[in-house]
């Protein structure tokens, strides 16, 4: 719940940043009322659909669809509460393809996850939720096709530091209306940034380290206006990084060294408030520590997705201990674990879920969405010695060369892989040996920027990058998202930017175009 404090920070944040014609819609058609039997002590001053509404899994049957209950008064909510929902063909509603009742959980801060099922496949839907005199603003999702599908629009993007900027880069992605946005990682950040840099704050004005916490960090990000456009306009999937719960953990290892027990009961927080504000089906709900996020979703014979989890399942970062809780450089000389190949960032049965749903799948396309940089990034040291950074791939580089090797050899039609993380735009030529200049590439790996986060120092990474001829495009001075059109015959993937993180009105402009051909890993800049 939030905290009263908060609540009144929100409201006040919320009151500055929301546009005059608020998203709130009109008053409750009569017709409704039937839905509203448990909302009677309900406060009808107060609009509990503060937080707006989203989609997830789609499928060609249905999908997810979400909101919470967070009205200022929340106290005055109780128990669960059943709250209607309508289903529309059309924007309008006046042809309504199912509406019923739908329960907000208590024991998850009265967020909905309603598994909509017996929709047609391939088309976009209207819906919206009531409580009382209440009506949320309408989203739009589409199912996903049942089996031949022409084409694709998809986002994806990561990194949303509320404190680096404003959401201007989420508002262009929902203007270019994707069927399908890919959330890739630090859709918060759990820690305060007390620089000047912070052009706006975080409530509570501390690290989120428990359930209370990560609520309100969710609840402040969802009354982004931006954010709610983006997630009113399109079904989304979505993945965790590491801010979600704390900077660099690892499965049970935190950053700060933690005993694993200690640091179980935070991921249990972070890992709950994350399903409480997330379009997840029940096949997600936390259990103790753990919730299985990684899965697959088919959008017809087009494209197989593979949404992994880089974070539950993590062996303990390389050469872990004082000084190294978090990412750090090491050389093969300095740390000889790096290599051991025992180790995983997916873990050993993720990784075979991912090698048999790779192995099984029909589309012509295969995107594995994930959290970090898989391209080798690693400079010679003077020593001679290269040196890899531990957080990414090149930190698990045995479990790095088992999936390019399956791609390679299992002949994966058409692999892609987009990620996050690091805050810079990315289109890498992946191999199984990086060493093998002349070897082809496998997998196209493509990673969209930051929304807002600041990205590392161009002058130095690039310099990097220069002894990483598999790296075909760098740049991390701007802002921004990838947007992919997708067709049986290429995927055309935009860079999309920002002119000023900081400004909530900046315009996008278009940084920079690939294409990959079917049939042909590695991204062409056009
Ligand atoms: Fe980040
Ligand atoms: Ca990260």
Same mark, same amino acid.
Request: aromatic share 10%; hydrophobic share 40%; glycine share 8%.
């Given at each position: 719940?939030?905290?009263?404090?908060?609540?009144?920070?929100?409201?006040?944040?919320?009151?500055?940043?929301?546009?005059?014609?608020?998203?709130?819609?009109?008053?409750?058609?009569?017709?409704?009322?039937?839905?509203?039997?448990?909302?009677?002590?309900?406060?009808?001053?107060?609009?509990?659909?503060?937080?707006?509404?989203?989609?997830?899994?789609?499928?060609?049957?249905?999908?997810?669809?979400?909101?919470?209950?967070?009205?200022?008064?929340?106290?005055?909510?109780?128990?669960?509460?059943?709250?209607?929902?309508?289903?529309?063909?059309?924007?309008?509603?006046?042809?309504?393809?199912?509406?019923?009742?739908?329960?907000?959980?208590?024991?998850?801060?009265?967020?909905v996850?309603?598994?909509?099922?017996?929709?047609? &496949?391939?088309?976009?839907?209207?819906?919206?939720?009531?409580?009382?005199?209440?009506?949320?603003?309408?989203?739009?999702?589409?199912?996903?096709?049942?089996?031949?599908?022409?084409?694709?629009?998809?986002?994806?993007?990561?990194?949303?530091?509320?404190?680096?900027?404003?959401?201007?880069?989420?508002?262009?992605?929902?203007?270019?209306?994707?069927?399908?946005?890919?959330?890739?990682?630090?859709y918060?950040?759990?820690?305060?940034?007390?620089?000047?840099?912070?052009?706006?704050?975080?409530?509570?004005?501390?690290?989120?380290?428990?359930?209370?916490?990560?609520?309100?960090?969710?609840?402040?990000?969802?009354?982004?206006?931006?954010?709610?456009?983006?997630?009113?306009?399109?079904?989304?999937?979505?993945?965790?990084?590491?801010?979600?719960?704390?900077?660099?953990?690892?499965?049970?290892w935190?950053?700060?060294?933690?005993?694993?027990?200690?640091?179980?009961?935070?991921?249990?927080?972070?890992?709950?408030?994350?399903?409480?504000?997330?379009?997840l089906?029940?096949?997600?709900?936390?259990?103790?520590?753990?919730?299985?996020?990684?899965?697959?979703?088919?959008?017809g014979?087009?494209?197989?997705?593979?949404?992994?989890?880089?974070?539950?399942?993590?062996?303990?970062?390389?050469?872990?201990?004082?000084?190294?809780?978090?990412?750090?450089?090491?050389?093969l000389?300095?740390c000889?674990e790096?290599?051991? &190949?025992?180790?995983?960032?997916?873990?050993?049965?993720?990784?075979?879920?991912?090698?048999?749903?790779?192995?099984?799948?029909r589309?012509r396309?295969?995107?594995?969405?994930?959290?970090?940089?898989?391209?080798?990034?690693?400079?010679?040291?003077?020593?001679?010695?290269?040196?890899?950074?531990?957080?990414?791939?090149?930190?698990?580089?045995?479990?790095?060369?088992?999936?390019?090797?399956?791609?390679?050899?299992?002949?994966?039609?058409?692999?892609?892989?987009?990620?996050?993380?690091?805050?810079?735009?990315?289109?890498?030529?992946?191999?199984?040996?990086?060493?093998?200049?002349?070897?082809?590439?496998v997998?196209?790996?493509?990673?969209?920027?930051?929304?807002?986060?600041?990205? &590392?120092?161009?002058?130095?990474?690039?310099?990097?990058a220069?002894?990483?001829?598999?790296?075909?495009?760098?740049?991390?001075?701007?802002?921004?998202?990838?947007?992919?059109?997708?067709?049986?015959?290429?995927?055309?993937?935009?860079?999309?930017?920002?002119?000023?993180?900081?400004?909530?009105?900046? &315009?996008?402009?278009?940084?920079?175009?690939?294409?990959?051909?079917?049939?042909?890993?590695?991204?062409?800049?056009?």
């Open positions: 719940m939030l905290s009263r404090r908060a609540a009144l920070r929100l409201a006040g944040a919320a009151a500055l940043a929301l546009p005059a014609a608020p998203l709130l819609a009109a008053p409750l058609p009569n017709t409704i009322r039937v839905f509203s039997s448990s909302a009677r002590q309900f406060d009808w001053r107060d609009d509990p659909f503060t937080l707006g509404v989203a989609a997830g899994a789609p499928r060609p049957d249905g999908f997810v669809l979400w909101t919470r209950l967070a009205p200022l008064s929340e106290a005055l909510l109780g128990g669960d509460r059943e709250i209607g929902y309508e289903i529309a063909d059309e924007p309008t509603f006046r042809r309504i393809a199912q509406r019923g009742l739908a329960r907000a959980e208590s024991g998850f801060a009265h967020s996850h309603l598994e909509v099922r017996g929709l047609q &496949p391939g088309r976009p839907y209207w819906y919206r939720f009531f409580l009382g005199p209440w009506v949320s603003v309408i989203g739009r999702a589409t199912t996903a096709p049942g089996s031949a599908a022409a084409a694709l629009r998809f986002g994806h993007c990561s990194c949303a530091n509320y404190e680096h900027g404003y959401f201007a880069a989420y508002r262009h992605l929902a203007e270019e209306e994707p069927d399908l946005v890919l959330f890739l990682g630090d918060i950040y759990e820690s305060v940034d007390r620089s000047p840099a912070a052009v706006r704050h975080h409530s509570d004005g501390e690290a989120a380290t428990t359930l209370a916490l990560y609520r309100n960090r969710y609840a402040q990000y969802r009354r982004d206006p931006d954010l709610q456009r983006l997630h009113a306009t399109a079904a989304c999937l979505v993945t965790w990084d590491d801010h979600e719960v704390q900077n660099d953990y690892a499965g049970a935190s950053e700060d060294l933690l005993p694993p027990r200690e640091f179980l009961k935070r991921r249990a927080a972070a890992y709950q408030a994350f399903y409480e504000h997330m379009p089906p029940a096949a997600s709900r936390p259990t103790g520590d753990a919730m299985r996020i990684y899965t697959s979703v088919d959008w014979d087009l494209l197989r997705i593979h949404l992994l989890d880089g974070r539950q399942y993590r062996s303990r970062g390389a050469c872990y201990g004082p000084g190294k809780g978090g990412g750090h450089v090491e050389t000389q300095s000889p790096l290599v051991d &190949p025992a180790r995983s960032l997916l873990g050993l049965e993720q990784e075979r879920w991912l090698y048999r749903g790779l192995s099984e799948s589309a396309w295969n995107v594995i969405a994930q959290d970090v940089l898989m391209a080798r990034m690693q400079g010679t040291r003077p020593d001679g010695q290269r040196g890899a950074w531990t957080e990414a791939w090149d930190g698990y580089p045995a479990a790095r060369t088992r999936l390019l090797t399956h791609l390679r050899d299992a002949q994966i039609a058409n692999p892609v892989v987009v990620g996050g993380d690091n805050h810079a735009f990315w289109a890498n030529d992946l191999k199984p040996d990086f060493d093998d200049e002349k070897a082809p590439a997998a196209t790996e493509l990673i969209g920027g930051s929304i807002t986060s600041h990205g &590392p120092d161009y002058d130095a990474t690039m310099r990097i220069a002894q990483n001829p598999h790296v075909r495009f760098f740049e991390s001075r701007q802002r921004g998202y990838a947007i992919a059109d997708l067709t049986p015959a290429r995927m055309e993937t935009r860079f999309q930017v920002v002119a000023d993180a900081t400004d909530p009105a900046s &315009p996008k402009a278009t940084l920079a175009r690939f294409v990959t051909e079917s049939g042909k890993a590695g991204a062409m800049l056009a």
